[in-house]
């Protein structure tokens, strides 16, 4: 409803504004000289490559395994998470043009208790894959949610759209998929206080984009101004879309990286099912499970069907919503991201610091239960 707005005013893309929406500033790494993105660029080469070597040759290459085990792994991830990017992108380009005053005053206040009860909300309901969950949770940091706040969004995430949680209701019923979405929820909540604490004492830094809303602000109102002067164009809602692909390139490296990566691992190890039984309702199972959701870079549409076998299969539905929360919580493509955007490896490491030990114990305590 904001947008129009957004566009009739010209808004500064959030790449040029650190901290004010009034003002053209450098982007987060504060620097306006630009380069060649050479992983990205090498990264988005082989998956092309290697998705195309599948669809165009994919009988050819049977008789060399790795190739082809290679090329139909980026083939299937690509065909899983484009939908997820593509609506990443989207939604980074509408929040880039959005006020903070905007965002804010949905999120709630930075550093409360209802801020991140609201941002946890936010990624429980948002129905985008775990790539396009990060995108989006970036640039809610730099439209200035505190750090908590992007933290509960993006612990709540990955698994938690509403088409994957239905889909996870028929492979492990209603009654663990509700217990692993409450407890995914309390995680989130629990780490966004965490990281609330090591800001105030200051052992991690705070988000230098933190806005302040004005105590006479009335989203409605506003919002209702803003649509009846707005004007909005295609040539408009083009370059909006172009700075929203530009906002997006620091996570795109890393997601086209990680699909290298997670193909490579699908070459050289066995089959999900062979996977799905190593793992029992054991301590040992539940941290290999840990090892293996660190080690594997999987799109949400991909873990979920692998949770559901540790579920059924391995009789362990501990190791199911570990595989599922630490596949977030040690995610280096995530990892990597924050680093990015917060310009801080404190805070990127903090993340499987703080949700690790929480995942492991509520992972081991459902275990029990079963």
């Not at 604490?197 to 984009?209: D, E, K, Q, R």
């Not at 164009?233 to 890393?254: C, D, K, Q, T």
């Not at 929360?325 to 917060?342: K, P, Q, V």
Request: glycine letters at 8%.
């Amino acid at each position: 409803m904001v947008i129009r707005y957004f566009a009739l005013n010209k808004i500064v893309p959030l790449s040029m504004s650190c901290h004010h929406d009034n003002k053209p500033e450098l982007d987060s790494c504060c620097t306006t000289k630009k380069r060649m993105d050479w992983l990205l660029v090498s990264s988005l080469i082989v998956v092309t490559v290697a998705y195309l070597a599948h669809l165009l040759l994919h009988q050819q290459l049977h008789e060399v395994r790795f190739i082809s085990s290679f090329a139909h792994g980026a083939f299937e991830l690509m065909n899983k998470m484009w939908w997820g990017l593509i609506a990443g992108i989207i939604a980074v380009s509408v929040l880039a043009r959005i006020p903070r005053k905007f965002v804010m005053s949905v999120l709630g206040k930075s550093g409360g208790l209802s801020g991140l009860f609201r941002a946890t909300a936010a990624g429980l309901l948002l129905d985008l894959c775990n790539h396009g969950i990060l995108l989006v949770g970036m640039q809610l940091y730099r439209r200035g949610a505190s750090l908590g706040q992007t933290m509960a969004f993006l612990i709540a995430s990955p698994w938690n759209s509403l088409s994957l949680t239905i889909v996870l209701v028929a492979l492990i019923g209603l009654k663990w998929t509700l217990i692993f979405v409450l407890l995914s929820g309390l995680v989130a909540i629990v780490s966004g206080l965490i990281f609330e604490l090591l800001v105030h004492h200051t052992y991690l830094p705070a988000n230098p984009n933190a806005y302040d809303l004005p105590g006479d602000f009335d989203f409605w109102r506003e919002a209702r101004e803003s649509w009846a002067s707005a004007k909005l164009s295609p040539s408009e809602l083009g370059e909006m879309l172009r700075h929203g692909f530009a906002e997006s390139r620091m996570v795109l490296r890393w997601i086209f990286l990680g699909v290298v990566l997670a193909s490579a691992i699908r070459a050289l190890i066995p089959s999900d099912d062979v996977f799905a039984s190593w793992f029992g309702p054991t301590i040992g199972g539940l941290f290999l499970t840990l090892v293996a959701a660190t080690v594997i870079e999987i799109c949400s549409e991909g873990s979920s069907p692998i949770a559901a076998d540790l579920v059924t299969r391995g009789a362990a539905p501990g190791n199911g919503f570990t595989f599922l929360m630490s596949g977030a919580a040690t995610d280096y493509t995530e990892i990597m991201s924050l680093r990015n955007t917060t310009v801080s490896w404190k805070i990127a490491m903090a993340l499987p610091v703080v949700t690790v030990p929480q995942v492991l114990l509520l992972g081991w305590i459902l275990n029990g239960l079963s």
